[in-house]
């Protein structure tokens, strides 16, 4: 059976450009306020959202563990929707809707790239960016207190980091383009 993914590899791969992006732009964009960061982690997360969902849908008949993607993606799109609704959040309260985000999101991609390793060359990179994701969630949580520019790069580096990781994980699936055994696709 031809594996879904590896169809759809340039989602993974767009996903990491917008990471980046964001990353990038919470670097460059000098004067950047509370509102711009709330904007910018809003569209993120609503595109990340979207886009695994949309793979969540295209290998709901191929795994049966899809729900793992529609969970994460349903998250994403909550998250996003929450960031434009209530713009003038506080810092603080934003430093903890991206920490559960984080933490949240980074378990799910964490359990997906421990079941697919043994099937596609490069699955560790999914785990570990899932890895990646949890550790930026638990450093907001303990240094909740960190001021705003410190936060600013911190999530800016994590965006960066993880769109790289993304990108190299979506064209790892485009070169496999083989199958995978769908009991070992993640979500156990």
């Given at each position: 059976m031809q594996n879904i993914m590896t169809q759809y590899w340039w989602t993974v791969a767009l996903r990491g450009v917008v990471a980046i992006l964001f990353g990038l732009a919470a670097f460059l964009w000098s004067g950047l306020t509370l509102q711009v960061l709330i904007?910018?982690?809003?569209?993120?997360?609503?595109l990340d959202g979207l886009f695994t969902i949309a793979i969540a849908f295209n290998t709901r008949k191929v795994y049966t563990r899809w729900w793992g993607?529609?969970?994460?993606?349903?998250?994403?799109?909550?998250v996003g929707i929450i960031a434009f609704a209530w713009p003038a959040v506080t810092a603080t309260a934003m430093l903890y809707m991206i920490a559960f985000w984080a933490i949240a999101i980074g378990s799910l991609e964490l359990m997906a790239g421990i079941g697919i390793c043994r099937d596609v060359d490069g699955g560790w990179l999914l785990g570990s960016g899932g890895f990646l994701t949890i550790?930026?969630?638990?450093?907001l949580l303990v240094w909740p207190g960190a001021a705003l520019l410190s936060m600013i790069w911190l999530i800016g580096a994590y965006a960066i980091f993880f769109g790289v990781v993304l990108i190299a994980f979506g064209f790892k699936l485009r070169?496999?383009?083989?199958?995978?055994?769908?009991?070992s696709y993640g979500f156990r």
């Open positions: 904007a910018l982690f809003g569209v993120f997360v609503l993607f529609l969970l994460q993606g349903i998250v994403g799109v909550a550790l930026l969630g638990v450093a070169k496999t383009g083989g199958t995978l055994n769908q009991a």
